[in-house]
């Protein structure tokens, strides 16, 4: 059975900072492309970041130069290390593992950037 479980979500004041994790069970994580992507209220859901099985990274520019993304192959767990967050980095952040022939979605962490 596969599982994705996230965490390190939260309420973050505007210029704060959270790590959300995910921790993959059940595939061989070192072959996926790890992802995460971010649906608020109203909206469609975008990709924030994503990481491939060699260690190179892609941001969408909302989030570039403050978000990291990195992976430790040997625990099956992805992070993102979301830095300088703004109100608008508001939303429910989903951890994604793809391969061509398989995608898989975790549950979803919210994130809440507010004073």
């Known amino acids: 059975q596969v599982q994705l479980v996230e965490s390190g979500g939260g309420l973050v004041q505007p210029g704060g900072s959270l790590r959300l994790s995910c921790a993959a069970s059940g595939i061989i994580f070192s072959i996926y492309v790890m992802g995460w992507h971010r649906q608020a209220p109203g909206k469609q859901r975008e990709l924030v970041a994503s990481v491939t099985r060699g260690g190179s990274t892609n941001y969408a520019d909302s989030v570039k130069g403050r978000f990291t993304i990195s992976r430790d192959n040997d625990k099956n767990t992805v992070y993102l290390q979301m830095n300088s967050l703004k109100p608008e980095d508001t939303a429910v952040y989903y951890c994604?593992?793809?391969?061509?022939?398989?995608?898989?979605w975790g549950q979803g962490t919210q994130v809440t950037v507010s004073s």
């Open positions: 994604n593992a793809y391969s061509p022939t398989k995608n898989y």
